[in-house]
């Protein structure tokens, strides 16, 4: 009997680390994928990116609209709220045997919630994690303790998830979700991307990306300013920017971030999805990546790219040794961005050493015997 494997999607970066999940799910005559797209996917401001998804070959079986105008945090609370509703329904209609969902955002938790209410088994992507700088860190624990299946990028992770009460014989190490995208990435030339762009990309080149901090004691206008600020220093520098994220204060980052291009056009470009693979070509190709998304903590130094992490959002996850943090000042941001431009790039030696998580995923998918219903495992403490 066919299995239905529904797996959701709510933002540009999550879909592309999903993309090859989908692939060996849609190609399995064991499996059937069904597909819920939701979150910054359905919203104009952030490129309606749906339509990618159709053009990769996907069918959307359920869209949920759940992004509200505002990104305060009441709105993304109100977000999540109308997201449950959404997910009640989509998930009524489907009857899938197992949700896939990945990561830690509050579309995620939205999704977790409706499964459990329905008895619906939930395998979870890049559980046991850290990230104290967002309120994500607490919507991964939370989504990891609704899960019967859990798909680890380290053994640090495993035993973290473990840590929570999970049985031991349904987490698994399957390596980091982007190693299949980076695995296929089809790397271009420098000219082929300024082509694509309509700019010239002159060294240094930087790939920034800045996501609010939402634990941060600071509010995310004055970390943008900082983050500007630094890079302002840098007058030769090439820099794209890419959006910040749905989460509260994003819009206000991408504000400021357009304002700061327009003083250079000729130095510097906002764009708001560069799209799945063009994303992760521009991060093999960049100088050096700034900012705090996962992205450069986890795939750029795959890709041998130097990477200068601004802030906290990220701190608790595995640092590569080509990731040097930086405090949301200035001065430190603009010395450590020269320290790793003088470092420069290494080879992507690690990308071909990876193997591919979605092959094993679906293995585990199609052999899972998973009940919703599950014990708390208690592991042995030391006095």
Request: aromatic residues 6%; negative net charge.
């Amino acid at each position: 009997m066919t299995r239905k494997i529904a797996v959701v999607t709510g933002t540009r970066a999550e879909y592309g680390l999903l993309y090859w999940l989908m692939k060996e799910v849609q190609a399995d005559p064991e499996l059937q994928l069904q597909l819920i797209v939701t979150g910054a996917h359905l919203s104009h401001e952030f490129g309606l990116t749906w339509k990618e998804i159709e053009a990769d070959g996907f069918a959307i079986d359920e869209k949920v609209e759940l992004l509200l105008s505002g990104d305060s945090t009441v709105a993304v609370t109100k977000s999540l709220g109308l997201g449950v509703i959404g997910f009640a329904d989509a998930l009524e209609r489907l009857k899938p045997d197992i949700l896939v969902i990945l990561g830690d955002r509050y579309e995620m938790l939205g999704v977790a919630a409706a499964a459990s209410l329905a008895g619906i088994p939930i395998a979870h992507i890049s559980g046991g994690e850290i990230t104290l700088g967002a309120y994500d860190d607490a919507f991964r624990h939370a989504i990891t303790k609704m899960s019967s299946l859990h798909f680890a990028a380290h053994e640090e992770y495993r035993r973290r998830i473990i840590q929570m009460g999970e049985h031991p014989d349904s987490v698994f190490v399957v390596g980091p979700a982007c190693a299949d995208a980076l695995l296929h990435l089809p790397i271009p030339s420098k000219e082929k991307l300024e082509s694509d762009l309509g700019m010239i990309l002159d060294s240094p080149f930087l790939l920034v990306t800045y996501h609010p901090e939402t634990r941060a004691p600071i509010p995310s206008e004055a970390q943008i300013y900082e983050l500007l600020a630094a890079l302002d220093l840098l007058s030769s520098a090439t820099l794209l920017f890419t959006g910040a994220n749905a989460d509260t204060d994003g819009r206000i980052i991408n504000e400021r971030i357009i304002d700061f291009c327009a003083a250079r056009p000729d130095r510097r470009l906002f764009v708001q999805s560069l799209g799945r693979i063009r994303y992760w070509q521009t991060l093999s190709l960049a100088d050096a990546v700034v900012g705090n998304s996962s992205s450069g903590v986890v795939e750029a130094p795959l890709l041998g790219t130097p990477v200068i992490n601004v802030g906290k959002r990220q701190e608790g996850r595995i640092r590569n040794h080509l990731v040097v943090d930086s405090p949301c000042e200035r001065n430190a941001i603009n010395t450590v961005i020269k320290q790793m431009l003088a470092y420069g790039k290494e080879k992507g030696r690690q990308r071909d050493e990876m193997s591919s998580p979605a092959k094993l995923m679906v293995e585990y998918l199609k052999k899972a015997q998973i009940e919703t219903s599950k014990p708390f495992f208690d592991i042995s403490w030391r006095d």
